[in-house]
């Protein structure tokens, strides 16, 4: 152990004796470790990003939609689409479930006084705002009588606003929908970007009776039914719960499959989940690479360095230090350079995810895994690439390296 | 009452197989050496004045025939004994100094302790200080070995063959790169070092250095030729008056 102290103390002289060298051979690994670092972080970033969008969607969501399979390169709806039938019957019999609304996505034409623009219409009820959690920024929201009254009102996004409207309140102004007059009574507190990248802000809710029965004639069936379970330790009894109301519903005898999906949260969430994680892991494992080749820079360093040590080699072996104590030192002197490297590779790492977040924003939690990852891989490489060259070191023949030129 | 033998070889021979020739470096080599004595090698390149020196040095091993040092039979150590040996019993001194570059002349001379196992030296720094003013730098104890001269390098060279006080030193032309005068101090050193009782044996070429020792071997095709005790020894001031009449 004494042995062990003395020859890290050689191999720190010789690292101190070669500074500039060694500092351009372990940049490689400083840049190695702090792409891992920031790949990952920025990958955890991503995922954290996602999640926040999906509850950001409203707790406890649950989604009621007509089973659709993928042929031919499109979505076919595989059984009739979800209605007013199975609306009435978990509103009617659903004890897990407190909130429900229908949606209905059409898209049409929308002029204001100062703009017009293609754009999706949401036909839903009252209750969607507490199912999604959406708040004002001015107005109010639409109430269950004007659902029932297919009143002609909506609610509009931020984004739309801006390109219809300008600077002008929208508040109780009108907007034609399709021809159709509309009065705008709420406008929605900006929301950003969502999960999928779509812009929440561009949007009109409007009562989903009103899109069914004024706007492009009589359409019978909803796309989703959006549904809230009681709270969040409920949400798998009431997607049980309305599996099962749906099926009763549908007339689904028992054995026969369900012609229908419901997609909870945590579904999303896990699914988002899984898209980000993967990507994380590609991310890091691209960055490795360079981590690598910084391991061969340390390896081709290494191997210089005991060509030109040679008789240094020589001289040590001849005065009495054993091929252990050759091999301990030339390893050690891989092992520290890349540690060293490690090092300032993660202060790197954390630095650059701190400048990005004041660039950008976009906020990167450094993980403390990727630290971990990084640090250790530096090291890994330090000895994967560094025994080869000790051990070259170590096995000269000390005539030969005594005489070398 | 016989002196200690450091060295004594019997019948040691070291053949180099190159294909299917062998080449003979050294046949049927006996030598005695005791403590105290002082002794140059001499002979023509080729002469196997390297391969003896390999040998005695513990760096290689004898075809046949044994080699004891300091009453150790070397011929049946293994590489880390044969390196506890060198770094116990032997200290060396190589033509090129071989010093550490960039680095500090006592760090330089405390390198042998830092292979030494046994536990006996607490002190390094002390000793290698101690070796340095032995020959003679104790002012350039701090020095790195590029701001020293060659003589001053071969100097810590050979403090550093002192510090571990081993029961041989052996000399590789330790002259060969320096300067006329120069080598003549350094062949002084080995007479004051000799005369403190440390055993030396030195391989050269130069006759004038050999000229220092108190017995010359000389080899011819790998064997001993003659081995004689020098009746006139050279003096620092004999060597230098000589050196002046031929300059």
Request: hydrophobic content about 40%; aromatic content about 6%; glycine content about 8%.
């Amino acid at each position: 152990m004494q042995q062990f102290f003395k020859t890290f103390k050689v191999a720190f002289q010789a690292i101190n004796k070669n500074r500039s060298r060694s500092l351009l051979t372990v940049l490689g690994i400083i840049i190695g470790v702090a792409a891992v670092i920031m790949t990952i972080s920025a990958g955890e970033g991503a995922t954290l990003e996602v999640q926040k969008q999906i509850s950001g969607l409203g707790t406890n969501l649950l989604m009621i939609y007509t089973k659709t399979e993928h042929r031919a390169g499109a979505h076919v709806r595989m059984g009739k689409p979800v209605n007013k039938k199975d609306f009435d019957m978990l509103q009617h019999n659903a004890v897990w479930i407190s909130k429900l609304s229908p949606l209905i996505v059409d898209v049409a034409q929308a002029i204001g006084p100062n703009g017009y623009k293609s754009i999706a219409i949401y036909g839903v009820s009252d209750q969607y705002f507490d199912i999604l959690s959406r708040d004002l920024a001015s107005g109010e929201f639409f109430k269950e009588e004007e659902v029932t009254t297919a009143g002609k009102v909506c609610v509009i996004g931020k984004t739309l606003k801006d390109e219809l409207f300008s600077d002008l309140d929208p508040i109780g102004r009108q907007i034609r929908i399709d021809k159709i007059p509309f009065t705008v009574i709420g406008l929605l507190k900006e929301e950003g970007k969502g999960a999928m990248g779509q812009d929440q802000d561009d949007i009109i809710l409007a009562p989903y009776t009103t899109i069914q029965n004024r706007l492009h004639g009589h359409r019978r069936g909803y796309d989703i039914i959006m549904a809230s379970a009681i709270n969040e330790d409920h949400i798998i009894d009431a997607e049980i719960e309305a599996t099962e109301l749906m099926r009763e519903s549908h007339k689904i005898l028992e054995g026969e499959e369900d012609d229908f999906e419901i997609t909870t949260q945590i579904e999303l969430q896990e699914i988002t989940g899984n898209v980000t994680g993967i990507l994380t892991i590609l991310l890091g494992a691209i960055a490795s690479i360079s981590l690598i080749v910084g391991g061969i820079g340390i390896m081709n360093i290494m191997l210089v360095s005991v060509t030109e040590r040679t008789r240094e080699i020589g001289t040590r072996l001849a005065i009495g230090a054993r091929e252990s104590d050759i091999l301990t030192q030339f390893l050690i002197e891989a092992i520290v350079l890349s540690l060293a490297g490690g090092v300032l590779g993660v202060v790197l790492g954390i630095a650059g995810n701190q400048i990005i977040y004041k660039l950008t924003n976009f906020f990167i939690p450094t993980a403390l895994y990727s630290i971990l990852i990084g640090f250790g891989f530096a090291a890994l490489v330090g000895i994967a690439f560094g025994y080869f060259p000790a051990r070259k070191a170590a096995k000269l023949n000390p005539i030969d390296a005594l005489r070398y030129e | 009452m016989t002196a200690k033998k450091v060295i004594e070889t019997k019948n040691l021979s070291r053949v180099f197989k190159n294909g299917d020739i062998e080449v003979y470096a050294l046949t049927n080599v006996n030598i005695s050496i005791e403590e105290g004595e002082f002794v140059a090698i001499m002979g023509a390149s080729g002469s196997g004045k390297s391969t003896l020196l390999n040998i005695l040095g513990c760096l290689d091993k004898p075809t046949s025939g044994d080699y004891y040092l300091d009453g150790i039979h070397v011929n049946k150590l293994n590489k880390n004994e044969l390196a506890a040996v060198r770094n116990q019993k032997i200290g060396f001194i190589f033509q090129s100094y071989n010093l550490l570059s960039r680095t500090s002349a006592i760090e330089n001379v405390e390198l042998p302790l830092i292979y030494n196992r046994t536990g006996k030296f607490t002190n390094p720094k002390k000793l290698a200080e101690k070796a340095l003013e032995q020959v003679g730098l104790k002012s350039r104890i701090y020095h790195k070995t590029n701001e020293l001269s060659g003589g001053e390098q071969q100097r810590v060279a050979i403090a550093r063959a002192l510090v571990n006080d081993p029961a041989l030193i052996l000399s590789d032309e330790a002259t060969g790169n320096l300067d006329s005068k120069t080598s003549i101090d350094v062949a002084d050193l080995f007479v004051k070092l000799n005369n403190e009782g440390k055993t030396i044996l030195m391989i050269t070429h130069e006759h004038d250095i050999a000229q220092f020792a108190k017995r010359i071997i000389y080899l011819r095709d790998g064997s001993v030729l003659t081995d004689e005790l020098i009746k006139n020894r050279s003096t620092k001031e004999s060597a230098l008056k000589e050196l002046a009449l031929t300059t």
